[in-house]
């Protein structure tokens, strides 16, 4: 594994993670949560009362493991393939988290938790793109 590759690909993607999250997240469908929030008033942490550190870091373990599975599967050396890996790695992430919070959790209905998912498989599709450019750094790999 190409310990400086890695290291970049983690930095780039975490940036672009935290970035489409707010996006997504903080700008575009902010009406969309709210509307099929079932939490109970009060208890989504304003912008003001986020915890940054552990959003920060949340973004960069999401992309330093794309970047390890990346490297480790080898072959993933363009945009397009990027996406598609990351899209698939997006989907079962978030069936993963949305589902068990959804089953053990008063977060959002099921409308709310669907959304949430196609919106981790879009981040994740981008952002393994992104990556999958920084790991390749200048081969001739198509």
């Known amino acids: 594994m190409n310990s400086q590759k890695f290291t970049l690909a983690t930095i780039?993607?975490?940036i672009t993670l935290f970035i489409l999250g707010y996006l997504f997240y903080g700008v575009l469908l902010v009406n969309f949560y709210n509307q099929h929030s079932i939490a109970p008033a009060g208890s989504m942490r304003t912008m003001s009362e986020l915890i940054w550190?552990?959003?920060i870091v949340g973004n960069f373990a999401g992309a330093a493991l794309l970047a390890y599975i990346f490297q480790k599967i080898g072959n993933v050396h363009s945009f397009a393939s990027g996406a598609r890996i990351g899209a698939a790695i997006g989907l079962?992430?978030?069936l993963t988290v949305d589902l068990i919070?959804?089953?053990?959790g008063?977060?959002?209905d099921l409308t709310g938790m669907?959304?949430?998912?196609v919106v981790r498989i879009v981040?994740?599709?981008i952002a393994g793109g992104i990556i999958a450019?920084?790991?390749?750094?200048?081969t001739k790999k198509a």
């Open 114 to 117: 669907l959304g949430d998912v």
């Open 133 to 138: 450019l920084v790991l390749r750094g200048g």
């Open 123 to 125: 981040m994740t599709a």
């Open 53 to 55: 550190w552990a959003l």
């Open 12 to 14: 780039v993607g975490g």
């Open 106 to 108: 008063k977060s959002f």
């Open 92 to 94: 079962f992430m978030g």
């Open 101 to 104: 919070t959804y089953a053990t």
